[in-house]
């Protein structure tokens, strides 16, 4: 067991991934992205599969980086119900401490079900419950025995975050952060928060979303984010993946797996990379690790069922291939 100690925060979720081809894909402008999974009106849908399991960036995170050898605790909100009870039960299976995750009397379980395709692709369904409700006396005192904190979207509570922050900072505990769209929308109010931070890990969209650059590349949004955050890592997909650290901006290739489902592959990133650094490793190895987090779990339905069991051997990483990347 690593001697550091990851306190991961954030949403803890019951999932439940129904996959059929009764599922299609149409492409219609009356939908945000272009395209619209749909349904018969009125029929009846056979279902191929029918998978239950538990997701939310803060458990899956946390699966990573208990299964790679560091002690590890989540920060997350549940409901005194059923799902709650399964989510507790996944987190101690994955060898993940519970003794921060408060379970509400009034309230539900955050739910999410993932309607996936033949193809992969999927559209989610989502109540929130009580993940997304947050104060500042659901945040515990900081121990002295937790070394770095993995910071997951927080419904968008930025006073929270800042809090959080603050404290971390005060016990010089390292933060990483993957937040959501909710925390991104605030633009500059989350922007001033960037030097409190040591790793920031976005998507390509939501690196656009901060910034209020809705056409740039990668390499100019990460030398943009460069300015106020050491580490900035930028995920664009099956095109790759990017780290602009304290000296240079690294490209990472993807190898180009076949999914099954997308689903928990940025948290399997974002934690892999962290994991990665935090062993002393480069931020070119650390993309490795990331991408082949990621990769493995695409491969199976679940956010944590793909999840490395230890750390990918040279060769295995030598298969992802990271070079230095030039600024736009």
Known sequence: MNKAHILTIGAAVRDVFLTSPGFAIIRSPQFSTGYGECVALGAKIEVEQCVFATGGGATN????FSHLGFSTSVLAKIGNDEPGEAILLDLKAHGIATTHVKREKKGSTAYSTLLTTSSGERS?????????????SDIPPLSDTITSLYITPLGGNLEVLEKILERAKKKNIRVAINPGSSELKQGAAFLRLLPL???????????????????????????????LCPTVVITDGAQGSYAHDANDLWFSRTSSVKSLSRTGAGDAFGSGFVAATLSGMSTEEALQVGTLNAENVIQHVGAKAGILRAWPSKAMRARIRVTQARLS
């Open 61 to 64: 995170a946390a699966a990573t």
């Open 124 to 136: 989610v369904l989502v109540f929130r419950g009580v993940s997304a409700e947050w104060k500042e």
């Open 197 to 227: 931070i040591s790793i920031l890990i976005l998507n390509k969209e939501e690196a656009q979303l901060l910034t209020a650059k809705a056409k740039a590349d990668v390499p100019t949004l990460a030398a943009t984010l460069h300015r």
